[in-house]
C-alpha cells in the first residue's frame, strides 16, 4: 500500500513544525529518507523530528560525521549521506544495523543510495520553490508509514485551515 501527501511549507518554522509532528507520530523502525537539494530543509525538518521524539540535543548537518545517535522517546539516528561515495561505506557506516534498530532513522540524501533502503519506508523530498517556499512530497510505503503519513493528515488540513 502507497499513499502520498504534498504540503507547501512558507518558512523554515512551518518545516519544523511538520518535522516535529512526524517526530510525535514515529514509531520504532520508522524509516525517513529525505531528499532535496542543498539548503532545501533537510535538517531544518530531521531538527523537528527530533523535538517531536523529544530529543534534547538539535542535529546539525554532519561535517565528516555521518551518523549520529539522539536519545529521546525514541533513539533518532541521523545519517547524512552527502559524502557516501560508495555503497561499501553503508556498510562501515552501520546502516543495516539503524535499519533494524530499535530507534527511528532519519537518512538526509537518501537517494545517493536508492536501494539501500528497504521498501517499507517513508520518502520525503523538499523542493524549494523560493526563498522561504518549499514543496514538501511524501509517499509512505507499508502500513506503518501509511498510518504515519494519515496522521499528518489529519494535522496537515489543521494546518493549512489555520
Ligand atoms: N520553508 C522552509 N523550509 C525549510 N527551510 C527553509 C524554508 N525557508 C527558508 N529556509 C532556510 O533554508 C535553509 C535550509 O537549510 P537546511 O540545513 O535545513 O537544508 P538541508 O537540506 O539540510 O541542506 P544540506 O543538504 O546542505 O544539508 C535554512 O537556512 C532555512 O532557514
Ligand atoms: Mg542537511
Known amino acids: 500500500m502507497t499513499t502520498e ?4 511549507s512558507h518558512s523554515s518554522d512551518e518545516t519544523h513544525t511538520l518535522g516535529v509532528q512526524l517526530g510525535q ?5 520508522d524509516v525517513l529518507l529525505l531528499t532535496g537539494e542543498l539548503g532545501a530543509g533537510k535538517t531544518t525538518l ?5 523535538q517531536g521524539l523529544e530529543v534534547a540535543e538539535r542535529p546539525r548537518s554532519p561535517t565528516f560525521v555521518m551518523a549520529t545517535e539522539y536519545h529521546g522517546r525514541l533513539p533518532l539516528y541521523h545519517l547524512d549521506l552527502y559524502r557516501v561515495d560508495h ?5 562501515e557506516l552501520g ?4 535499519l533494524s534498530g530499535e530507534g527511528v532513522t532519519v537518512v538526509e540524501w537518501a537517494d545517493r543510495a536508492p536501494h539501500a533502503f528497504p521498501a517499507d519506508c517513508l520518502w520525503i ?3 524549494s520553490i523560493d526563498e522561504d517556499t518549499r514543496r ?3 509517499t509512505a510505503d507499508g502500513d506503518r508509514h501509511v498510518a504515519l503519513l ?3 493528515k489529519s494535522r496537515a488540513s489543521t494546518m493549512e485551515n489555520r
Open 136 to 138: 514538501v512530497s511524501m
Open 46 to 50: 530531521t531538527q523537528g523530528i527530533a
Open 150 to 152: 494519515a496522521s499528518l
Open 25 to 29: 507520530n514515529t514509531k520504532a523502525g
Open 125 to 127: 523530498s523538499l523542493e
Open 95 to 98: 546502516l543495516d544495523e539503524y
Open 87 to 91: 555503497v561499501a561505506e553503508l556498510g
Open 5 to 8: 501527501l504534498e504540503i507547501i
